[in-house]
């Protein structure tokens, strides 16, 4: 059996938890540190030999493919397949597998569009093929594992059970997790029913092992993030910048900021720890900005403090506000001196007059 050469790429979720990131935007598409955060999972695919990947979309379709056409930018071959109604994963899995060109025996890389993560995929195809499996898991370790399914696995690296989302000590089996990245021989997707929803953790999966299927987990505890929320996509695309998460799509040299072109920042604004600051976007003095991204045409004014916050294009912040783990949405504008901290998100077009919002005094 060859490495795999082919790919299906899951990017049809609505991205509820990022809104208002993905009012506009579905999910994948939402830059991380300065591009599209697809393009860094389609330069990785690249880059450990995958040429041909099918595109699972649902969510805004209509926007993949005029930014990424066929992939000959990228050096691959890109389709793409529009769900009418959402099929769940087994079902996008099952709904583009007439555009494979894989022979049944063949493998079959299958990678979720929220994860960002430093897996090594050839070790992934090569442990597939070691194990003669019929489906092999990234799975990766976490300290609470209860927000997730539990894959534990034997002495071998052959899955015994799959567990969702387990709340109680007795439960907590392992702390192995299923990671979002899976091989499949071909023919094992083509038992995947059609035209239905399927879930491939709650339904393929356990169908696969109570039929005596072998399935192997591959442990791979490097770099790897849920970009489900704003603060973890923050995160993510701060730790691209800074060289923690690994991409061969980062347009510039890995350092405390990345600063895109066209964008205007003041001589003495303070830039740190992975911030972004998108096409267009003006820096006034005496800004600081830490672990966040501006995007394209936004404006923080002087003396604002951003931290761990993500400001949509064409957004204002006022001057001296402080943001701290806050969403601004797209071309919204908050007034001088408003202090947005933990969680807040600002809706799109939303205005915010100065000083109406604070958490301290306002003298």
């Known amino acids: 059996m060859t490495s795999s050469r082919e790919a299906i790429l899951l990017v049809g979720g609505k991205g509820t938890r990022l809104r208002p990131l993905t009012v506009h935007t ?6 991380a540190a300065g591009v599209p955060f697809l393009t860094h999972q389609l330069a990785r695919a690249r880059a450990a030999g995958i040429e ?3 595109m699972a979309t649902s969510y805004l379709a209509e926007v993949f493919e005029p930014y990424f056409g066929d992939g000959s930018a990228l050096g691959l071959h890109l389709e793409y397949v529009t769900e009418e109604e959402p099929l769940g994963t087994g079902g996008a899995i099952r709904n583009v597998a007439s555009r494979l060109h894989s022979a049944p025996g063949d493998p079959v890389l299958i990678f979720n569009g929220d994860i960002l ?3 090594d995929i050839e070790a992934l195809v090569e442990t597939h093929r070691r194990a003669n499996a019929d489906v092999s898991l990234h799975l990766t370790r976490v300290a609470d594992p209860r927000a997730f399914g539990l894959v534990p696995t034997d002495g071998t690296g052959r899955v015994t059970a799959f567990l969702e989302k387990p709340q109680t000590p007795e439960e907590i089996v392992t702390d192995q997790i299923n990671a979002g990245a899976y091989v499949f021989n071909r023919s094992v997707i083509d038992t995947i029913p059609a035209d239905r929803p399927v879930s491939v953790e709650r339904e393929t999966f356990p169908n696969l092992l109570s039929s005596g299927a072998h399935l192997q987990g591959m442990v791979d505890s490097t770099y ?3 970009l489900g929320t704003p603060q973890a996509f923050v995160r993510g695309s701060a730790d691209l910048v800074l060289g923690r998460a690994p991409s061969p799509a980062v347009p510039g040299r890995c350092g405390e900021h990345l600063v895109l072109d066209g964008a205007e920042v003041a001589q003495d604004a303070k830039l740190m720890g992975g911030t972004v600051i998108g096409k267009g976007a003006r820096v006034e ?3 600081r900005i830490e672990g966040s991204t501006v995007m394209d045409g936004a404006v ?3 003396g604002a403090q951003i931290t761990d916050s993500l400001i949509g294009a064409g957004a204002v912040v006022g001057a001296r506000c402080v943001l701290d783990g806050a969403v601004v949405g797209d071309n919204a504008r908050i007034g001088a001196d408003n202090e947005l901290r933990a969680g807040a998100r600002i809706w799109c077009d939303a205005t915010i007059p100065p000083g109406s919002i604070r958490f301290s005094s306002d003298q």
């Open 285 to 287: 003095p005496g800004a």
């Open 26 to 31: 579905p999910k994948p598409m939402v830059p």
């Open 52 to 54: 041909h990947i099918v």
């Open 117 to 119: 993560t430093g897996l």
């Open 300 to 302: 923080v004014e002087a």
């Open 224 to 226: 790897w993030l849920d």
